[in-house]
């Protein structure tokens, strides 16, 4: 079963508006890290955030992380229509033998000019 | 700096053929991984090496094998591909499994 799970699946806004994606986990992490895919592309790293880490600023990009609720969540601000892409979510858990990222499903993200 | 380099782009087998993914990084990292993306799902792991001489399991591993060649490469291979092996493969790399992964532009496969 997925590990993380992005919350909406799909969000439709307009430019110069705020995006708000949720990510939630089932189980203890090493770390977050939130990566974009536009279409037909690989996936780019955006942002990490370490379990011991509450939240984390890069650019226009806001992450919050509340391990006591499993869930993490991702800002955009003043958003552009080249943030039009789809948004995962990845968790680095503690279990042994689960050491590779896990992704969930993603939202899809489309910013109306 | 290509980053991590898959090929090919695009591949269309009949059920039974076999092929081989090929990936190289340049980044000198230790860890490489494969995943699978079906339509509007997440990525899901199929294999994954932590280091040079290492492989590991997934979450998907029936049907695939892996060779981690030397540090920079590291090869997907279907020996006899079926039609729910219909995917879009992504292979990615990593300093340490702690850290960002870089990922490949994909490929795109196609199992009739």
């Known amino acids: 079963s997925q590990q993380g799970e992005e919350d909406p699946q799909a969000l439709s806004i307009q430019e110069g508006e705020n995006a708000t994606m949720n990510c939630s986990y089932k189980t203890s992490i090493n770390n977050l890290q939130w990566y974009r895919q536009n279409s037909g592309r690989g996936l780019v790293h955006l942002i990490l955030?370490?379990?011991?880490?509450r939240e984390k600023h890069s650019g226009r990009l806001r992450v919050t992380l509340d391990t006591s609720k499993k869930s993490s969540s991702l800002l955009i601000t003043a958003s552009r229509a080249a943030d039009t892409a789809s948004y995962f979510c990845?968790?680095?858990?503690?279990?042994?033998?689960?050491?590779?990222?896990?992704f969930g499903s993603g939202t899809r993200l489309q910013v109306q000019p | 700096n290509a980053g991590v380099t898959q090929t090919p782009k695009f591949q269309v087998l009949k059920t039974g053929q076999s092929m081989t993914l090929q990936c190289a990084q340049d980044?000198?990292?230790?860890?490489m991984y494969w995943y699978r993306q079906d339509p509007g799902m997440g990525l899901r792991l199929i294999y994954y090496s932590a280091s040079e001489g290492t492989t590991d399991k997934g979450e998907v591993p029936n049907g695939y094998n892996v060779s981690r060649l030397n540090k920079r490469e590291f090869s997907l291979r279907l020996e006899s591909a079926a039609p729910s092996q219909t995917s879009v493969y992504f292979c990615?790399?990593?300093?340490?499994?702690?850290?960002?992964?870089?990922f490949g532009s994909g490929t795109q496969l196609s199992v009739l």
């Open positions: 980044m000198n990292h230790n860890s």
């Open positions: 990845a968790t680095r858990r503690v279990d042994t033998g689960r050491r590779a990222l896990t």
């Open positions: 990615a790399s990593g300093a340490g499994f702690n850290e960002k992964l870089f």
């Open positions: 955030i370490r379990s011991n880490e």
